[in-house]
């Protein structure tokens, strides 16, 4: 016989019976509303521990005058990526300090997928959203926000109105670490980068693009290749690279897979102590291989936690103009981006 056929689960009355205070003293503690003062809270949590109660949020969130629910929604593109993994835990531990349960999910770049997600954690009463939005429109995301749900994008900003977003120094980074390549004496400079409808590979590319120009490098477009989804392609493209009568002496690659991708042939190859490689993104244990490989580095706890400050200042009320903020990323040097072309030998 199943030990828990028939059990009663505790109520808010019988934390109120053990607590000794009212039922509604207990629903003001349960649900973080002041009026109870500090011996009564810590009273009615206790009660509430020792009896096991478990508060009933999607029920209460009807009830209370706020509507609130206590959770937010996160999508973004993959969470086993590292980068929208960490970016995630950042989010999660900013709200978890402020009471917030965070509701996750990938949406794998498809606008189908994450449209079926908006609609489930908006059947969920989420009281808002963090989103990486899928490359392309954004109609979804747009119907969502023009709902009254509270939304702050990251690492893409949105193209309507009304709504906050917090990227990072793409364009900017992109240019100085090509211009670091260069500074060494190269050339001839790859570029491999993610989709093209992706802002973010739009704006690394720009970034490559204006690097060369500003030092008088010409733009080969043999050595450009876009729209690398995932490592095995950027292992396809980086092969090609090299099999051009004029191959690369550098590589900036501008995702985090996307450097794996390069990796793997440059070492099966034996040129990852010739060939320089700086990548957009850093990964774990990028700083233990051998050369250690040089990234721009974002400041994800950083870009997490100012997103989750933004999304629930919005759910408690304010109103102030969207705001598009910027977190700088840095380039951090290991030794894989200060390789000089001249550790290339001529019959490579």
């Known amino acids: ?50 009896l096991g109660y478990r508060p009933d949020l999607t029920a209460s969130s009807l009830r209370r005058s706020d509507r609130r629910s206590a959770t937010i929604g996160v999508l973004f593109e993959d969470l086993s990526n590292p980068f929208d993994a960490a970016l995630l835990r950042a989010v999660e531990d900013h709200a978890r300090r402020h009471g917030v349960l965070v509701l996750a999910g990938s949406t794998e770049d498809d606008h189908t997928l994450q449209r079926e997600l908006l609609f489930s954690l908006s059947a969920r009463r989420v009281d808002a959203l963090v989103v990486m939005a899928a490359g392309g429109h954004q109609d979804a995301l747009q119907h ?42 190269h050339r001839d400079i790859a570029f ?25 490098v010409a733009l080969r477009t043999e050595l450009v290749h876009t729209d690398l989804h995932g490592a095995d392609l950027a292992e396809t493209a980086t092969a090609a690279l090299l099999r051009l009568d004029r191959p690369p ?30 990548g957009f993104d850093d990964f774990p244990l990028a700083d233990l291989l051998d050369p250690a490989i040089t990234v721009v580095r974002q400041d994800v706890p950083g870009i997490g936690r100012k997103a989750a400050e933004l999304v629930l200042a919005r759910v408690d009320g304010d109103t102030s103009p969207p705001v598009h903020a910027v977190v700088p990323a840095a380039l951090i040097r290991r030794g894989s981006g200060e390789i000089s072309p001249d550790r290339i030998s001529p019959d490579r």
């Open 1 to 50: 016989m199943d030990p828990a056929a028939g059990r009663r689960e505790p109520t808010m009355r019988d934390v109120a019976a053990l607590a000794k205070v009212s039922t509604k003293t207990v629903s003001r503690v349960i649900n973080g509303l002041p009026g109870a003062g500090a011996e009564v809270t810590d009273r009615v949590r206790a009660a509430a521990r020792t």
């Open 144 to 185: 969502e926000r023009e709902r009254g749900t509270p939304m702050v994008l990251v690492d893409r900003p949105p193209t309507f109105g009304g709504t906050d977003c917090v990227t990072t120094t793409n364009r900017d980074s992109a240019r100085d670490a090509v211009l670091s390549l260069i500074a060494l004496g």
């Open 192 to 216: 491999l980068g993610d989709r093209r409808t992706l802002w973010t590979s739009q704006e690394r590319y720009t970034g490559y693009v204006e690097g060369l120009a500003r030092a008088g």
């Open 249 to 278: 002496t550098a590589l900036f690659t501008a995702q985090n897979l996307v450097t794996v991708g390069a990796l793997r042939v440059l070492r099966a190859r034996d040129l990852h102590r010739r060939v320089a490689v700086i």
